[in-house]
C-alpha cells in the first residue's frame, strides 16, 4: 500500500492551502485516514483525522480552521487549511489505518510527507 501527498508549499499569514493524499494497492477497507504534522525540532503530533463512516477528530489547533475530508471509493483523504498561521510550519504526513483483506489484520501506511510553510 502505497500514500502519496501532495498540496503543500509556501502561504502568507491568513492563507489557505488544501492538501490532498492518495492511498493505492491491495486495499480493502480504509479504517481511518489522517494528517499528523512534524516541525523542526518537534515530536509528530496529529492533526485530524476521519473514520470509514466520516466521523472526524481534530487537534485543538486545528478545530475551527482546519476541515479533514475523504472520499472512500478513491481512498483519498484531503485537508483544507485555512487561516494559517507560522505555527502550522510543518512537514505534514497523510497516514492510512489499513486491512489489505478481509482477514488480515490492520496496520498503518505513511506517505512521504509534504511540506507547508506560512511565512511572510
Known amino acids: 500500500v502505497q500514500l502519496q501527498a501532495s498540496g503543500g508549499g509556501l502561504v502568507q499569514p491568513g492563507g489557505s492551502l488544501r492538501l490532498s493524499c492518495a492511498a493505492s494497492?491491495?486495499?480493502?477497507?480504509?479504517?481511518?485516514m489522517g494528517w499528523y504534522r512534524q516541525a523542526p525540532g518537534k515530536q509528530r503530533e496529529l492533526v485530524a483525522q476521519?473514520?470509514?463512516?466520516?466521523?472526524?477528530n481534530y487537534a485543538d489547533v486545528a478545530q475551527g480552521r482546519f476541515t479533514i475530508s475523504r472520499d472512500s471509493v478513491k481512498n483519498t483523504v484531503d485537508l483544507q487549511m485555512n487561516s494559517l498561521k507560522p505555527d502550522d510550519t510543518a512537514v505534514y504526513y497523510c497516514y492510512a489505518d489499513v486491512k489489505r483483506s478481509r482477514f488480515s489484520t490492520r496496520r498503518d501506511y505513511w506517505g512521504q510527507g509534504t511540506l507547508v510553510t506560512v511565512s511572510s
Open positions: 476521519i473514520t470509514a463512516e466520516g466521523s472526524t
Open positions: 494497492g491491495p486495499i480493502f477497507t480504509i479504517v481511518v
